[in-house]
Structure formats: C-alpha cells, structure tokens
C-alpha cells in the first residue's frame, strides 16, 4: 500500500512547520480579467486564516496580472486557496511559490 502524492506533502508540510527559525510565505500569481476581482480573491484569502504582506496588481494584455504574497498560512492550505481561486472561476491563470525564510532573531534587534 503506497501514499498519495498529497499525504506525503501534508505530511512534509508538517514536519517543516516545526522547524525553529524559519518562517513560511507564500507568493501567488493570479490572472484575472477584471481589477475588481480581487475584492472576492481578498473573501477567500481571509476566510483561509492568511495574512497578506505584499500585493501588485499590473495591467496585462487580457486583464490584470495580481501577485501577492502570504503568510500565516500552511503550503497545503495555499494550494487549496489558489485551486479553489481557479475552479469557481475567480482566476484564469494562477501558479504558486512557497519560501521557506530564516527568522529575525527578535532578541537581537
């Protein structure tokens, strides 16, 4: 009996959440034909329990181009967000980075 792809990246995502020292964001690339949909990209993301850091939003030749980078949220959890984004339509296009970043060390600052 073998493990589906996504066990074995829930249970990577797992493991890595325990790593002291690091941080997780996540960098999602969307394209959407109206600027306005990202009033219902912004309900999801919220309802997914992440923080947004970072967001463009850029015209492109069929619509808008968004990036924004997340955080607060796991890798798995990012994923069904940008799928979820795609299946009811809210995006054309969209693809994901995951960054794994060293914490500042706060007592040091």
């Given at each position: 009996?073998?493990?589906?792809?996504?066990?074995?990246?829930?249970?990577?995502?797992?493991?890595?959440?325990?790593?002291?020292?690091v941080?997780f964001?996540?960098?999602?690339?969307?394209?959407?034909?109206?600027?306005?949909?990202?009033?219902?990209?912004?309900?999801?993301?919220?309802?997914?329990?992440?923080?947004?850091?970072?967001?463009?939003?850029?015209?492109?030749?069929?619509?808008?181009?968004?990036?924004?980078?997340?955080?607060?949220?796991?890798?798995?959890?990012?994923?069904?967000?940008?799928?979820?984004?795609?299946?009811?339509?809210?995006?054309?296009?969209?693809?994901?980075?995951?960054?794994?970043?060293?914490?500042?060390?706060?007592?040091?600052?």
């Amino acid at each position: 009996m073998g493990l589906s792809n996504s066990a074995c990246r829930a249970s990577g995502d797992a493991a890595l959440a325990d790593l002291p020292g690091v941080e997780f964001q996540h960098d999602v690339h969307l394209a959407v034909r109206d600027w306005t949909a990202w009033t219902a990209v912004s309900e999801r993301v919220s309802c997914a329990g992440a923080d947004v850091l970072a967001l463009q939003l850029a015209r492109s030749d069929g619509g808008f181009d968004v990036r924004c980078r997340l955080k607060q949220v796991s890798a798995q959890s990012a994923r069904d967000l940008l799928n979820t984004l795609l299946d009811d339509g809210l995006a054309e296009r969209g693809s994901i980075e995951h960054l794994v970043l060293a914490k500042r060390d706060v007592a040091a600052a």
